[in-house]
T-cell receptor, first 112, second 114 residues
Framework: AQSVSQHNHHVILSEAASLELGCNYS??????LFWYVQYPGQHLQLLLK??????LVKGIKGFEAEFIKSKFSFNLRKPSVQWSDTAEYFC??????????FGAGTRLFVKA | SQTIHQWPATLVQPVGSPLSLECTVE??????LYWYRQAAGRGLQLLFY??????ISSEVPQNLSASRPQDRQFILSSKKLLLSDSGFYLC?????????????FGPGTRLLVL
């Protein structure tokens, strides 16, 4: 069965620190990949997505993610985090059809 | 622009009571609709999806059911709630026909079964 693994459940960083959140999936075929974010008190929303083409995708608020097919990974990065990046981040994978598999989420807390 | 509404925002129900959670979408036609349950530390679990009126697919056998009486209305129900039904329920929509497209989520309903 398909699965998505997010390596860190909680991350605490100081402002201006660099961020990398790991995401690995288990599926050998073509996949579409997503990172969603849920800011405190807000709806879950799309941060960025990869369907095809350049494996380095850029999203909102300075986030980017790199798809490495050989490693089944889609890690999220940001060179310098801000206090406003405090949120819960979800990696998600769709391998065709209606079912998108979500990871367990990573809670990021950025200290001002 | 499209908007998605869910209500109620919070619900406390006794075990054995019925449940009805409602989700409506505005600003789009024939959306794909989804119900998820979000459990702390466990991500989002897809419960049901629908590609059209009256068309419901269930992903996980359980005590819940879903219905789509109108194009932009999606209802999650139960005849008799269990303690294990407690959780945070999210409704989402995506563009029709594009099954792998971005999903747009509602604000969610927090359900506590006592």
């Amino acid at each position: 069965a398909q699965s998505v693994s997010q390596h860190n459940h909680h991350v605490i960083l100081s402002e201006a620190a660099s961020l990398e959140l790991g995401c690995n999936y288990s599926y050998g075929g073509t996949v579409n990949l997503f990172w969603y974010v849920q800011y405190p008190g807000q709806h879950l929303q799309l941060l960025l997505k990869y369907f095809s083409g350049d494996p380095l995708v850029k999203g909102i608020k300075g986030f980017e993610a790199e798809f490495i097919k050989s490693k089944f990974s889609f890690n999220l990065r940001k060179p310098s985090v801000q206090w406003s990046d405090t949120a819960e981040y979800f990696c998600a994978v769709n391998a065709g059809g209606f079912k998108t598999i979500f990871g367990a989420g990573t809670r990021l807390f950025v200290k001002a | 622009s499209q908007t998605i509404h869910q209500w109620p925002a919070t619900l406390v129900q006794p075990v054995g009571s019925p449940l009805s959670l409602e989700c409506t979408v505005e600003g789009t036609s024939n959306p794909n609709l989804y119900w998820y349950r979000q459990a702390a530390g466990r991500g989002l679990q897809l419960l049901f999806y629908s590609v059209g009126i009256g068309q419901i697919s269930s992903e996980v056998p359980q005590n819940l059911s879903a219905s789509r009486p109108q194009d932009r209305q999606f209802i999650l129900s139960s005849k008799k709630l269990l303690l294990s039904d407690s959780g945070f329920y999210l409704c989402a929509w995506s563009s029709p026909g594009a099954l792998q497209e971005t999903q747009y989520f509602g604000p969610g309903t927090r359900l506590l079964v006592l």
